[in-house]
């Protein structure tokens, strides 16, 4: 067991992320992110969390890249080189694979 007293620290469950506390660009990358593993799942490229299936859904897929697409434009003025390279590169990636699904 631990024991703060000895300067150990407590094993804690960490804490939720409040996302009301996080500005419009920090919401941004979060949604990028979320919405980037939505378009791998719909195009089949990976399996649905609790389903163990794969499934493919390309009119969604391509919705999905469509605002990450849009999320992209609004988010890179406001960030660095690394960060648009970074956004830049996982957009090519998602477009490049959506149409290599669809043939």
Do not use: H
């Not at 804490?15 to 979320?34: H, K, R």
């Not at 990976?46 to 999905?64: F, W």
């Amino acid at each position: 067991m631990a024991n703060s007293e000895s300067g150990e620290k407590e094993d804690k469950a960490p804490e939720p992320l409040d996302v009301t506390s996080l500005d419009v660009y920090q919401l941004l990358g979060l949604f990028i992110g979320v919405l980037s593993e939505q378009a791998w799942q719909y195009m089949g490229l990976r399996v649905r969390p609790g389903s163990q299936k794969v499934e493919k859904d390309m009119p969604r897929a391509k919705v999905t890249i469509d605002c990450i697409s849009y999320m992209i434009e609004r988010l890179e003025p406001q960030a660095n080189d690394a960060e648009k390279n970074k956004l830049r590169a996982l957009l090519a990636d998602l477009q490049i694979n959506f149409v290599r699904q669809q043939k």
